[in-house]
């Protein structure tokens, strides 16, 4: 993801003349202090900290679509936008590693920049992995001949695997696939997606177009959707029509792939005589064993298994109904999960040694703006750059930024009451933990299914196992998620729990917030007031 956003930032630059031909604007917004900023909540302190002199100010925020930090990269808008900058302010964690690449070739040699982490220096932690945590980094991994990264041990339990003894597969039921699934077949046929083929063109074999028409046949189908209850598996084409049927399990087949890899199809047989539904059906989701699933693919045949045609070149996929083609072409492209889901035979080497290399570094935990304590500083921060750039409204902004402050501090110790007041002393996430920095403020343990940086999605068997005995352990009412995920993780932990009537709850990572919730009155201070809400029914 990293490499693909440097080399993106540097076409971008280059195509620009190195940012030497941003067009000058010579409309009233030029005698305006031009302020950018990256993610809300840096838009929201300095709004606050601005105040009655926004007239004099123009503020912008660059993630204001909702893509995530992690999955960011600045369009030539955005990047002409920074350039011209009289104060910049960024997080400066791994994610925003382009930034280098566009300061460098800034326009404004005078520009205040602003950089979050840097600001915070030394309290400012390593990425940390507890126990029971899923985390890239702690394995040796290889790709298949499908494009995932595998652990090479086949006894690791239910994760995915390129290769493994026979005798290691285990039989599983139609419940690891229960749930309601889409085709994304539609969205390669709209072009939905086809800035996911761009971006796998950059580090692939093939050329955009070349991978639109390799997943254009894979991916080919006519049924637009999947449900499945019990054994119960509900149709539903392209045209409309609609059919049902249930299914026995008879057994797993062991496909070997040209590349000499190997993948466990398992398969299925129609109950009903009577119903229109394919007979013979075939599920792979390169696991061996029991595990819950985060997208599939399903072959069939009304004649026998034998009669599924050729496996490596059609592989009708279905992933969950909730995702939207932006978040399927970011699992293609690498951005929204580890590893494209491609049946590709080969990949480069140097490619995978400079990426393993990569993870090994050590990475700080950047979401520093997720602490009320940091957030004093970092206001503090931006306070002093607009002071320092607009010295005749400085009584203003200072005036500003002690009124915020005592705001903070007010819900500061609103968190240490409820706390305090609180049953439990520990929040356990089935999602990625962006929050290690709240829950330090006051005190609190965590467990997680994922790092706050990981571009993990898919939680093994044995995290799900560690989690939900957890849940039993210290008899958790509450089981969060952050405001991205789609709940599928903390939903299996409860279920597979002794305390099922546990309900998810979300918290808000203040990554993604749109236009429209600013225009609908977002900020900061509130969606840390609602995360306030949610730790009390977690806590209790």
């Not at 304590?373 to 306070?383: D, E």
């Not at 110790?413 to 049953?423: D, E, F, I």
């Amino acid at each position: 993801m990293k490499k693909n956003k440097f080399f993106a930032i540097a076409g971008i630059l280059l195509a620009l003349g190195c940012g030497s031909v941003f067009a000058k604007k010579a409309d009233s917004s030029a005698k305006k202090l031009k302020v950018v900023t990256t993610i809300f909540p840096e838009y929201d302190w300095a709004r606050e900290v601005i105040g009655e002199n926004a007239g004099n100010v123009e503020l912008t925020l660059l993630l204001n679509n909702g893509v995530d930090l992690h999955s960011y990269s600045p369009s030539v808008k955005d990047i002409a936008k920074i350039s011209e900058a009289d104060i910049f302010v960024y997080v400066g964690g791994e994610s925003d590693e382009w930034v280098d690449e566009v300061l460098k070739n800034a326009k404004n040699p005078s520009m205040k920049v602003i950089n979050l982490v840097e600001v915070l220096g030394d309290k400012v932690k390593a990425e940390e992995v507890v126990e029971g945590m899923e985390h890239e980094h702690h394995h040796e991994h290889g790709h298949d001949e499908h494009g995932h990264e595998h652990h090479h041990d086949a006894h690791a339990h239910g994760k995915e695997v390129k290769t493994f003894d026979d005798h290691d597969v285990k039989d599983r039921s139609l419940s690891d696939w229960a749930g309601e699934w889409q085709s994304p077949y539609p969205f390669v046929l709209d072009g939905s997606l086809d800035e996911a083929w761009e971006e796998k063109a950059e580090d692939g074999k093939k050329t955009a177009a070349e991978y639109k028409e390799y997943y254009k046949t894979g991916y080919k189908t006519d049924i637009a959707s999947v449900s499945i209850k019990g054994d119960k598996i509900t149709y539903k084409y392209d045209n409309g029509k609609t059919v049902s049927a249930k299914y026995k399990y008879v057994g797993y087949f062991i496909q070997l792939w040209s590349g000499g890899t190997k993948g466990a199809m398992y398969r299925f047989e129609r109950i009903d005589k009577k119903s229109a539904a394919p007979k013979f059906i075939e599920i792979n989701d390169h696991m061996i064993e029991s595990a819950p699933a985060a997208h599939f693919h399903l072959r069939m045949s009304n004649t026998s298994f034998d009669a599924i045609e050729d496996p490596e070149k059609y592989w009708p996929t279905f992933f969950p109904a909730s995702m939207t083609a932006h978040e399927i072409g970011e699992h293609l492209s690498g951005h929204g999960h580890h590893h494209e889901d491609a049946h590709e035979h080969h990949h480069d080497d140097d490619d995978e040694h400079d990426e393993h290399h990569h993870h090994e570094e050590e990475e700080k935990d950047e979401h520093v703006w997720l602490s009320l304590r940091f957030a004093k500083t970092l206001c503090g921060a931006i306070a002093d750059a607009l002071c320092e750039k607009d010295a005749a409204n400085a009584a203003v902004y200072q005036k500003n930024l002690a009124s915020y402050t005592a705001k903070l501090d007010a819900l500061d110790a609103k968190y240490v009451a409820a706390v305090k007041a609180g049953n439990k002393n520990v929040l356990l996430f089935g999602d990625r933990f962006p929050f290690r920095y709240m829950t330090e403020d006051y005190g609190l343990k965590y467990y997680a299914a994922f790092t706050g940086c990981s571009a993990e999605s898919e939680a093994s068997f044995n995290t799900i196992v560690f989690l939900s005995e957890k849940v039993n352990e210290l008899n958790l009412q509450r089981v969060c998620k952050i405001e991205s995920g789609n709940g599928k993780i903390a939903k299996t932990v409860i279920s597979n729990s002794k305390n099922r009537k546990a309900k998810v709850v979300t918290f808000d990572s203040l990554q993604s917030t749109t236009k429209r919730q600013i225009k609908k009155g977002a900020t900061y201070l509130k969606v840390m007031e609602s995360n306030l809400d949610v730790l009390k029914e977690a806590l209790n």
